[in-house]
């Protein structure tokens, strides 16, 4: 497996940002990080229009219009769809295990549920990192692969960022939702790299 190395330390770094989440010590970096967040209107607009890629309801209608779609429906929406189901099991377990309660202060949209890790952290990871695990295996212009790429971390960071501007996660639901989500949705497009190839 190519990148069994950062697979490998992103698991290990999920697993200490859990430890500080479970410990209360990520309370010290997450309020800091939170009282840098200046609040305006139009910033609020922005961030709740960036956090909904990150939603249930785009992802379900981008799964649809992957399925739906025949040149795209089994190697691309196939792969993304059984990704977002997964982190999408995977998060409601993980969410019951913690309990951890969403934060106290003043949330500009209104969540349900537990906090710990971030369901649309791991949903735009899902999406962002399967795809372009997929455009280096189809696309032959490498360049373009690149630059799609880096749009998607920005996106992938961008929603995060929504979450705790919008006060309905920490910092730490954000970055562990990343981890989890990378690690989980790596370890599919590989299984389902071997599957393809050998199909």
Known sequence: MKNKYLLIISFILFILITLLVITGYSYYYEEAFYNLLSI?????SIMKIIT?????IFVSLLCIILLFIPKLSYKIGTPITITIIINGIINIILKNIFMRQRPNINQLVNEVGFSYPSGHSMNIIAITTMLSLLLFRYLKNKKKVYCI???LFLITLLVGFSRI???VHYLGDVIG???I???????IYYL?????KNS
């Open 40 to 44: 305006t209107k139009t910033k609020t």
């Open 52 to 56: 909904f890629f990150g939603g249930q």
């Open 149 to 151: 790429t880096i749009l």
């Open 165 to 167: 501007y919008l006060g």
């Open 177 to 179: 939702g990343f981890l």
């Open 181 to 187: 989500g990378y690690v989980i949705t790596t370890i």
């Open 192 to 196: 389902w790299d071997k599957y393809t």
